[in-house]
């Protein structure tokens, strides 16, 4: 078994894996796009443009947000609160509900101890079969 396999069975077998996070078997593809680490983005200023790769977690569209959509993005290193404008999350939701995992480019808010990127743009992330079981 590949070690993408291995994380694959612990996931469907437990729900999780000892070993590796699924986000480390393409962490070399997202170094080459320019991404940046959860933990990495959390440490940059206001207002910075970022690129960050990872599994799109808790999306949600709640009805009272004027169309504002909200998640998170998880990787190996911990997560980042994500922010969806209504006309992001109408072009990129379907990726981002569909996909294994996900490359996002935006900018960091930060204010009042909230940290948040506010997306302007996503992307499917080629992934192993790991992270296509593991969506939770």
């Known amino acids: 078994m590949t070690p993408a396999e291995q994380t694959a069975a612990d996931l469907a077998t437990t729900g999780a ?69 209504p006309p992001v999350w109408d072009h990129y939701g379907r990726t981002l509900i569909e996909a294994s995992a996900v490359l996002i480019d935006g900018h960091t808010e930060c204010s009042n101890d909230a940290f948040n990127v506010i997306v302007h743009r996503a992307e499917a992330v080629p992934a192993p079969a790991v992270a296509r079981r593991h969506r939770r």
Not at 56 to 83: H, I, S
């Open 17 to 85: 894996s000892a070993t590796t996070h699924p986000i480390e078997h393409v962490r070399a593809y997202l170094e080459r796009q320019g991404a940046l680490p959860a933990a990495a983005v959390r440490t940059l200023a206001d207002q910075a443009r970022v690129r960050v790769g990872g599994l799109a977690k808790y999306l949600q569209r709640p009805p009272t947000a004027n169309g504002v959509a909200f998640g998170a993005l998880e990787d190996e290193t911990g997560m980042v609160n994500l922010v969806f404008a």
